[in-house]
């Protein structure tokens, strides 16, 4: 692995996305949805819904969408049956690429996002063969000048994390799925915020990317497929050099 920060691909991803704040609404809503039905609608005994409301405040989603969403997810207010599928396939340089989608129509979208993959020069890879490079994890970042390594540590350790290390000017925190929510819950006590948290799909090991020409290919593929309506989320063992990221953030 390069000595490119993590935590800086994800900051250029959400960038990209946040740009198109209406599908990001729509987006999170669906994600409300699966979770208010899952657990229920009340934040105080679903700490899953508590944390997701949490993200998508931040994101400025009016008060209004996010009990909608969530009516819609407790049967309060009729809404269509979401699906989860996963596809996977390879990204120009041999960037592996998982893609989880949420739609009501699983035939559309599987043309839909085979069309993304062939348009971007990529094919769908057979079930498993990218998603075995990564693994579910609750991965959360804290400003490194906000609070003492130790102190956090200490915090997030006792909490149940996995592993916590230095990545750039944050601190990675990796968790078990199962304990993200409560380290979310022992940084808020210790009233320590987070400049991101979420379970996500994190790589075992990432794939290093020093062309620029190749890092585009691979943004502008993500991208696309970010910007289709049923894709919830793509994950990427890109990493990018520092180098190439700060030339594409200038562009």
């Known amino acids: 692995m390069s000595g490119h920060s993590k935590w800086k691909t994800i900051q250029h991803k959400k ?11 729509s987006k999170m809503a669906k994600e409300l949805m699966v979770v208010a039905k899952a657990g229920g609608g009340n934040p105080d005994t679903n700490t899953s819904l508590r944390n997701l409301i949490v993200r998508c405040k931040a994101s400025s989603m009016p008060n209004e969408n996010i009990d909608r969403a969530i009516k819609k997810g407790t049967g309060e207010l009729a809404a269509d049956i979401m699906e989860e599928i996963s596809y ?18 699983k035939n559309r979208a599987a043309a839909e996002i085979r069309h993304i993959f062939s348009k971007h020069g990529s094919s769908f890879a057979a079930q498993g063969a990218v998603s075995r490079g990564f693994r ?9 000048a906000s609070v003492e390594e130790d102190k956090l540590m200490d915090i997030v350790l006792n909490a149940g994390a996995d592993d916590m290390a230095k990545d750039g000017d944050q601190f990675e925190i990796l968790t078990d799925p199962n304990a993200f929510n409560a380290v979310m819950e022992a940084l808020e006590k210790a009233g320590i915020k987070t400049s991101d948290s979420e379970v996500r799909l994190v790589p075992d ?19 696309t497929l970010e910007d289709n309506d049923d894709v919830q989320d793509v994950y990427t063992n890109m990493d990018m050099d520092d180098s190439v990221l700060a030339e594409l953030d200038k562009e």
């Open 136 to 144: 579910r994890k609750g991965q959360l970042y804290v400003d490194a």
């Open 88 to 105: 996977e396939g390879f990204a120009e340089g041999g960037v592996g690429v998982v893609v989880k989608v949420l739609t009501d129509n």
């Open 15 to 25: 960038g990209a996305a946040d740009a198109k704040r209406g599908k990001i609404f």
């Open 205 to 223: 090991t990432y794939v290093p990317v020093t062309d620029k020409v190749i890092a585009k290919s691979v943004m502008r593929f993500v991208e």
